[in-house]
């Protein structure tokens, strides 16, 4: 599933791997040396990988002022290896870092390595909060690093309270797995198993798993083939064909399958297409549509016979004579992972009896409240059994989902009639034997936002697996495709064994997701025969065909070196394109007319074709070969002599273009009569030069091509206007000017001819352009271009420019059409101008993201870059779009002013309101709070403000109200204001103002301490008992007695909690008042966090952001 191919399609894209950019260029072949341990295909043996784990501390980490940064060289499998940092970003606002082969420029040729691996910034203050990121490569010459190019934002890791950075020092991890490795690059998946794969369209991995299991299912390929489709039918529009057409490749290709056909089927567009799914959601999606596809065919119900199961779930009343039931039916079943050893406890979990009494008394009709049990039994299991197992799962206690990595263990074969048929309803008939066989394992790699997809599978139910990950087919033995997909952790080799040290545990981030099972009765028919005979006729033709282009297109690369392409452009294709898809130069060389010719065939033969094609006789044919010009024109330059058309064609490319030489490119001077009939080419001496010339009308602002001429080099212009003049259909005696264009990069070079002076003396020479237009006496303020090189100038830096508001960043508001030379001021006036805005200073411009497909984080600054082509370049791509805001005040006034989000909590009132407050930014905190009491209800009019900084459930700070607001930074933490109460206004000598903060403890974490809720002060007074200030807080918050009674109460150091008792002084704890962060003690209520959480939703990074699944045909 890794991606190479740069720039991706979010480059902020946190999941996105690539290999950093300093690679060697072009392909470089790989061959294992006899040093490298290589494992044979057949059989390769499954070892536990050598794995270690290296830790980096690197100090003064703001002060790095490298754009690459290594640290020491640790070994694992008895490799060098090292981690490279980019501290400032590789060309990205994120830090980048990858895993590099430290020794990679001193080993031998063809070297290769596989490694399994993850890379982490640890928080230094939360360790729950440490990024984690795991992969997995296959190092060689061409990417002897891997990893993240856009790792975590630079705003997190060098922002000081995000725990990232402490004493400026940055905390690296890197935990690696070494693999034994097989040559990926010649490696033949037909030829060594006989099956092939698909091809990964970009983070599809999670499709091919499921679509390689489901093919390997022989009845539910026989169906999809049944499945009536016609010769009219398109794949693409066609979830039923799209699917035959796929199998039929999986069946009977000898290379990997593409997909694109199947998810265009689905009406998916690309960005679907690079978003990772859940499998279990996409295989429920497909199942439904071709169950509905199948309906009224041939094959209608096979989805259900295959996959439908029934459970029933029951009350049943313990004291009076009451049952309810209900029939239900499934496609698969969810298995819990967590707290269970294996399929069996699932199971186990799945048909537990729950008690209905006390509080949760079952009401049953006519008996009223009653104790009552309640569960879930299974009337039958269906012939192909899914399983899908739990490993995400969302944590409440975090609010976030998490990924289980428990190990859970699964069997080859299943009884689920075990225990005198425990799982099953008194209705189910127990003659049928429920033993199933397991067919296939689906496996995920990684956490819980993204990783990799892969499948082992066994086909025939033999004791043979194989792997399908993606592209490549392996063999694999039992133990590879079972035990190693239990999940759990294994134990490191120590590495001082004399020492005694904890032995360091690896956590296995590859686990099994989910499996499939067929029962033992049922796999004679399901593992059936599925030939050609099952194929329908017209679908066997249409991809016949296919394979014969493919075969084709195969042939003609294989061949290529036996060929050239010669490419001939002609006046037609000058005339055509010059001032429609062109300005500059003669033609673009992709739109003319090519010939594929054998190498040998001598190029007087090759004459003959041009004749049979262009109907111009081969002895009115002269050919010009193209020359790239220093200035980097491109231009006709020579005609062929006699001598080299009698050349091959093969030796001529070798001549003309050593340096480009894939292709021919040619210009056929060819001359037409009065009558349009071919004449012989005329004579050229060493004094006859040919121009090309262009028209140019300054009123129509239009440029077309009209001809070319000889002309003798001691010649002037001034003898040959009449015959200009002619070319552009004016009087002989018409005033023109003439111009020579003579180059357009980087800038446009385009200067007046002296009229007077020999061609020669102008510096003219063969392939040269003249420029040409009436002369402008009047009407010259008219035109907007009123001359050629002013027109020149205007086509080179003319951009359509996309404007989109930024409150709607995906859809185009409307375009215009400015100059890339735009100062700032042209631009926003034109946007003004369009918007029917008088002030344009109100316009506030940001720039397009390349890589992401987003806005910047940053608008452009008032007057921030000088011309337009500042605003449109993204490091090294250049972008058409710009996004704008109408503002309500000058943006120059508004650069000058601070805004901050303010959240006020009301003293008395629940309720909590969120304030914009605008103020300049050498204002003072003082001056926020004046703001803010214009702006709410305060509880008396004299009530006194206070500004807290609130970060993950703490006060961090309360501001003194001369702080500068400039300083203040509030994307990170929250802004809290809150009424000083009275109390604390008039605090005795031996009274303490305490922090009071909430938390629960959270289970997976060896019961660290999680904070939530709302922060606040509390004064406590000396000698005050616990029992006391209970009271008091719970006056506060306005708790329930009965919840209240649950909570605990304890005093908090640096995260350790001290339970404290009733009678216990509480003041007495907190003795110290210069504690340096006084947010590191305070006085905690345990209790469980009742809120209601937000919905969950994935990192919010794009390309991990889950859509649900949808398929639309």
Known sequence: MTMMTPPPLDQEDEEILV???????????????QTEAVSTVENQPVEDPPSSRFTWTIDNFSR???KKHYSDIFVVGGYKWRVLIFPKGNNVDHLSMYLDVADSASLPYGWSRYAQFNLAVVNQIHNKFTVRKDTQHQFNARESDWGFTSFMPLSELYDPTRGYLVNDSCVIDAEVAVRRVVDYWTYDSKKETGYVGLKNQGATCYMNSLLQTLYHIPYFRKAVYHMPTTENDMPSGSIPLALQSLFYKLQYSDNSVATKE??????????????????????????????????????????????????????????????????????????????????????????????LEGDNKYHAEQHGLQDAKKGVLFIDFPPVLQLQLKRFEYDFMRDTMVKINDRYEFPLQLDLDRDNHKYLSPDADTRVRNLYTLHSVLVHSGGVHGGHYYAFIRPTLSDQWFKFDDERVTKEDMKRALEEQYGGEE??????????????????????????????????????????????????????KEQEEKEHKKKEKAEAHLYTIIKVARNEDLAEQIGRDIYFDLVDHDKVRSFRIQKQMPFNIFKEEVAKEFGIPVQFQRFWLWAKRQNHTYRPNRPFSHLEEAQSVGQLREVSNKAHNAELKLYLEAELGPDLRPLPPPDKTKD?????????????EELRYVGRLFVKGTGKPAEILAKINEMAGFPPNEEINLYEEIKYEPTVMCEQIDKKLAFRASQLEDGDIICFQRTLNENVDQCRYPDVPHFLEYVHNRQ????????????????????????????????????????????????????????????????????????????????????????????????????????????????????????????????????????????????????????????????????????????YWTLRAEEIPEEEKNLGSHDRLIHVYHFTKDAAQNQMVQNFGEPFFLIIHEGETLAEVKVRIQKKLQVPDEEFAKWKFAFLSLGRPEYLQDSDIVSS?????????????????????????????SNQNRHTYEKPVKIYN
């Open 491 to 544: 134990e490191l080799p120590q590495t001082n064994p004399g020492f005694n040290n904890t032995p360091f545990k690896f956590t296995k981030y590859s686990n099994a997701y989910m499996l499939v099972y067929i029962r033992e009765s049922d796999k004679e028919k399901i593992i059936c025969n599925v030939d050609e005979k099952d194929i329908a006729e017209h679908l066997r033709e249409r991809l016949k």
């Open 1069 to 1097: 704890r907190f003795q110290r008042r210069d504690v340096y962060g006084a947010w590191e003690q305070y006085l905690g209520l345990e209790h469980s966090d009742t809120a209601p959480k937000r919905a969950y939703t």
């Open 800 to 971: 359509i420019v996309h404007f989109r508001s930024l409150e709607k960043p995906k859809e185009d508001d409307f375009c215009l059409e400015l100059s890339k030379l735009f100062t700032y001021d042209d631009v926003v006036d034109k946007v003004a101008r369009q918007l029917g805005l008088d002030d344009p200073t109100k316009i506030r411009l940001t720039s397009h993201n390349c890589y992401s497909q987003q806005p910047k984080p940053q608008p452009i600054k008032y007057r921030g870059v000088e011309h337009l082509s500042d605003m449109l370049v993204h490091y090294n791509q250049t972008s058409d779009i710009l996004y704008y805001e109408v503002l309500d005040i000058p943006l120059p006034e508004l650069q000058g002013l601070k805004t901050l989000k303010v959240a006020f909590h009301h003293s008395t009132k629940d309720e909590v309101v969120i304030h914009s407050i605008r103020l300049p930014k050498q204002s003072t905190v003082g001056d926020v709070i004046n703001d803010l009491k214009t702006k709410v209800e305060l509880s008396h009019p004299n009530a006194e403000l206070r500004l807290l900084e609130v970060f993950y459930h703490k006060i961090y700070k309360i501001f003194p109200p001369n702080e500068k607001i400039e300083n203040i930074n509030d994307q």
């Open 64 to 66: 790095l002022n490298t």
């Open 19 to 33: 290999p950093h950019s300093d690679l060697v260029e072009g392909p470089q072949p790989m061959e294992v040396t």
């Open 262 to 355: 199947l998810t265009k089927s689905f009406g998916w567009d690309t960005y679907d297409s690079f978003m990772q799914h859940d499998v279990q959601e996409l295989n429920r999606v497909l199942c439904e549509k071709l169950e509905d596809k199948m309906k009224g065919t041939v094959v209608e119900g096979t989805i259900q016979q295959l996959f439908e199961g029934h459970h029933m779930n029951y009350i049943e009343c313990i004291n009076v004579d009451y049952k309810s039931t209900r029939k239900e039916s499934f496609y698969d079943l969810q298995l819990d992972v967590k707290g269970c050893r294996d399929v069996y406890s699932s199971f186990d979990k799945y048909v537990e009896v729950e008690r």
């Open 688 to 700: 006859d030069i040919l121009l090309f010339f262009k028209l140019y009308d300054p009123v129509k």
